[in-house]
């Protein structure tokens, strides 16, 4: 077994016994070489075989394995638009879908600069308009954006984070769960949010996607 399908594995596991994955909801993907290996359809992430994953091709054709999850295309194409993509997490996790469900703070972020590690682990996290869960539009959409970035929310549906790794993917999965349930706790309160000049120094210090 591969070092790539062991991290997924436990990865889906960490992430259920968080509460963030419910159900058979959320899918994972890892870039082996130049193949993604990725969680199959109805997945339970508890409970990940890493000898039984979907082994995809950079467009999405699949190459081996079971039939893939349906969300797919939404992680080929992270790995497409950013050559230091090396892992997709999908959640359907509570905060993150609620604030999806919301207007969004600016263009760029659906989430406005509350914490300095939401900053630092996620960075800029636009709201994708809805489309029907594995809509190849959708990711098309999201391949196409003019800024860089390494998380979204899919309207009405949940978070999506890349990372260089597996484990700074779910770190920032995590981190843009809990920056979620803070902006849902504030509700309508005005809050302080970082300055734009507190939110640069931290993208420049930390290589984060941030800023106009």
């Known amino acids: 077994m591969s070092a ?3 991290d997924l594995a436990a990865a889906g596991a960490h992430l ?4 963030l994955s419910p159900g058979s909801s959320g899918n994972l993907s890892v870039l082996d070489g130049d193949r993604i ?13 890493p000898d ?7 467009e999405g054709g699949h190459l081996d ?11 080929a194409a992270f790995y497409r638009r950013d050559p230091a993509a090396r892992a997709v997490v999908h959640l359907h996790s509570r905060h993150a879908t609620a604030v999806s469900c919301l207007p969004p703070w600016s ?17 800029q996290t636009p709201l994708l308009p809805y489309a029907p869960p594995g809509d190849a539009e959708q990711a098309g959409d999201l391949e ?3 800024f860089p970035l390494r998380a979204a929310l899919l309207q009405n549906h949940g978070p999506a984070v890349a990372g260089t790794s597996m484990g700074a993917a779910v770190d920032a999965a995590v981190e843009l769960e809990e920056v979620s349930a803070l902006l849902l706790a504030l509700g309508e309160r005005p809050a302080r949010l970082l300055t734009p000049a507190e939110a640069e ?3 420049a210090k930390y290589g984060s996607p941030w800023g106009e």
């Open 16 to 19: 259920a016994a968080l509460g």
């Open 201 to 203: 120094v931290l993208a």
């Open 4 to 6: 790539s399908r062991g």
């Open 52 to 58: 039984a994953l979907s082994v995809l091709d950079l």
């Open 144 to 146: 196409r954006l003019p």
């Open 37 to 49: 290996l990725i969680t199959p359809t109805g997945a339970d992430l508890a409970r990940i075989d």
């Open 65 to 75: 394995g079971p039939r893939p999850s349906k969300e797919f295309p939404l992680h």
């Open 107 to 123: 263009r760029r972020s659906a989430v406005p600069p509350l914490t300095p590690y939401f900053v630092m682990r996620v960075g």
